[in-house]
Structure formats: C-alpha cells, structure tokens
C-alpha cells in the first residue's frame, strides 16, 4: 500500500486545525488503496495550537505533531515535516484551509501518471484578495523571475506534492534558509503544475504582511541568482560614465569664466547621491556575505521541543 504524508505548517491557527483535518478525513476516504499520515509542525505558536494537536493526536491515530522551539519561519517548519515522513510522498499545504483539500486527488493522481512533482499555483483571479494584494503578489513574483534564475509562476504556492526522491534531495540540502518554493523548481525531476482557486481562510488571520513578502523575497533572489551583484556593478558603471560628463562642463566654466557660485548645495545633492548609491551596493554585498556568514556556522534550520513520531532511519 502506498504511503502519503500531509504536512501542515501550524503557527497560530487553532481555529483552524479541527476543521482541515475534517475535511482531509473525507478526502481520505475516496482513496482507500493509499495509507494517509498528517504531519502537523508547530512553529512556536503562542496560542492554543500546540495542546489542540497533542490532544488531537491522541486521540486520532492519523495525527502527529512536531513541536519547534521557536517560530522558525514556514520553510523551515515544512523543512523539518519533510524529513520526519517515511512516506512514498508528501503533499505540503498550508493550515488555512485556503489550499483546498478536494484538490489532493488530482494532485495523487498526476503523481501515479509518473511526475514526481505536482505543484499548484493560483488563478489570477482571486477573488477572497485585496487589490493591494494582488498587486503585491505580482509584484513579488514579477521581480523573483527577472532577477533570479528560476522562473516561478506567478501565484505558486506551498500546496504540493513531492515524491520520495524528491523529498531526499531536498533533505540533503545544507541550507540555512530555505526557499523552498524555488529549490522544487531548481531540484527538477518531473514536474508539472496545476491550476487552483483558493478557498476564504476559515479563521485567523494571514501570516504575510508587507515585511515578511520583502523578506521572502530577498532570501529567494539572493538563494538562486547573483543578478542583484552584477545590477550593483551596471549601475555603478553607469553613474560613473554619467560622472565624466561633469569633466568639460567644468573645463568650459573655467575658459569661459561662467558664473560658478558658491555651488553648497549641487556639492550636497551630489554628495548625497552617490553616498546613497554607494551604500546601497555595499548592502546588496552585504547581504551575500551575511548569508555566507551564517551558513559557515552550520546552526541547524529548526530544534524539536516536543514530538509524537520519530525521525525515520
């Protein structure tokens, strides 16, 4: 009999946990020939998560729970589900409810045809989101695709499937802070996507405010690309060649005996201007020597605080 692990990444939705494990024990049951295990991964909730699961897990034998130390960042919660499921596959999705659970069979089903990944991103059209949002969204993606070197489709998300052999590169992985949406895409193997339309969230609110989607954003273009470091190197080339036009103006003002004033505040403006420029290349390098910083320390991505199952062998 085949196995599947669900992981759900949990930080805050006690609300919600009752409801999504109802709705994937229906789902359950219209695949009888597939074993089911839900990975629930606690990422340092301060409310009433953590008990709920551990009762919960109690009393259902499908339920497990992993309990992080501290909030570690969703990455790194799916990072630690991953590597406790012995499953044939695992499908990840988000706690919401937003990723519907009556899309798994689709999502088994493409996975039996032989892909090894079968990963879903939203319509364009989403209907339970903000202008503002949106917006945001197709920003977020617009940028990720121009300067990094995986190409994510606009409104891709953490509901997918993985296969085993999928999930074993990835566990061998050594970084410290996973993008994970882009190492599905950078591992290859047989991928496919399929399209999907979120669900209202059933309680709680979003977790991805403004800060985190930045933040999002710049682990995933500093992760897959050095596109930011040769933007660094254009841009400085090019005020550099735009500095030089400054030459014969100043050489004419001195044959011609122009009026050249004080001049303070051209002498600050340009100042500012290029301290600003200055500063922003070397926080771009910065930002990779950070990270290499961090990743020399070799810290691990998440600690275990609690947990009803083990490390598989």
């Known amino acids: 009999m085949l196995k599947v692990s669900i992981i759900i990444p949990v930080f805050n939705e006690e609300g919600n946990i009752l409801a999504i494990v109802e709705k994937l024990t229906v789902v359950f049951e219209s695949s009888p020939a597939i074993e089911f295990k ?11 998560s953590l008990p709920i699961l551990m009762s919960l897990s109690a009393k259902n034998p499908i339920v497990f729970y992993v309990s992080l130390s501290k909030n570690f960042g969703k990455d790194n919660a799916l990072m630690a589900g991953i590597n406790f499921s012995d499953a044939d596959a695992v499908i990840t999705m988000d706690a ?23 990963y879903a991103y939203r319509k364009d059209k989403n209907i339970h989101a903000s202008f ?18 995986v190409k994510l489709e606009n409104g891709i998300s953490d509901f997918k499937l993985m296969d085993k052999k999928v999930t074993e590169v990835i566990n061998k992985l050594p970084e410290d802070k996973p ?7 950078w ?20 977790k991805y405010d403004f800060n985190t989607l930045i933040s999002l954003a710049t682990n995933g273009l500093t992760s897959f690309s050095t596109k930011p470091l040769s933007f660094a190197i254009y841009l400085g080339f090019f005020f550099s060649v735009i500095s030089l036009l400054y030459i014969p103006y100043v050489l004419m003002s001195f044959y ?13 403006v340009t100042i500012a201007f290029f301290g600003g420029l200055q500063l922003m290349i ?32």
């Not at 919401?96 to 079968?118: A, M, R, S």
Request: proline share 6%; glycine share 8%; hydrophobic share 35%.
């Open 132 to 149: 503002f949002t949106r917006v945001r969204s197709q920003l977020f993606y617009y940028i990720i695709n121009k300067l990094s070197d």
């Open 179 to 185: 993008f994970l949406r882009g190492i599905i895409k």
């Open 38 to 48: 839900i990975i629930f991964v606690d990422d340092g909730s301060t409310d009433q």
């Open 96 to 118: 919401d409810l937003q990723h519907p659970p009556e899309l798994i069979p689709e999502l088994l089903n493409w996975w039996k045809q032989g892909y090894d990944v079968v």
């Open 282 to 313: 070397m926080g771009i390098i910065g930002l990779y020597l950070g990270k290499t910083f961090i990743q020399s320390k070799k810290r691990p991505k998440y600690i275990i605080q609690s947990s009803n199952i083990e490390i598989p062998e």
């Open 187 to 206: 591992v290859g193997f047989k991928q496919i996507p399929i399209e999907y339309e979120p669900d209202e969230r059933s309680s709680g609110s979003t």
């Open 256 to 268: 011609f005996h122009w009026d050249r004033g004080p001049g303070w505040a051209s002498i600050i």
